[in-house]
């Protein structure tokens, strides 16, 4: 079982690496913010079908939520569409060892259609949930 992870987890990146998800023909919007929470970076996007471009209502949001006493920062790179970045110290604060964070992503549209949010934790981990246009997606996830 862990192979066939390992063997799905590179394929996947491999995948987003070159910019394009697998599926044939599609292109893909993509939004990312990076986020460095004490120390520890990680990149999230949204992603959603490039052909969808025109239903969505900018800006896309993102909303982080961190531990009460964490230092953080964020990039944000060009992106195809408006973004806005929020980000709460809302969490419990953060003694030693990992750091716990949890994002809130929406896309406003016109019409419904699938997202994805993907965390990159590290050149060879991510995590990722589907969402659709007009609805909050929540994800959470543990820095090292």
Known sequence: MQRFFVATTFALLIVLGSGQLALAGVKWCAVDPILTVDG???????TFDEARMSAVLPPVQFLFHVPSNSKVSVAMPAAPIAYTVELRYDLPERRKGPVSVTVETFVG????????????????????????????????????
């Open 109 to 144: 549209a016109s019409a419904l259609f699938e997202t994805r949010t993907i965390v990159q934790l590290s050149k060879v981990a991510f995590v990722s949930v589907a969402g659709v246009s007009g609805a909050t997606t929540t994800i959470s996830y543990t820095l090292k």
């Open 40 to 46: 520890r970076d990680t990149d999230v996007s949204v």
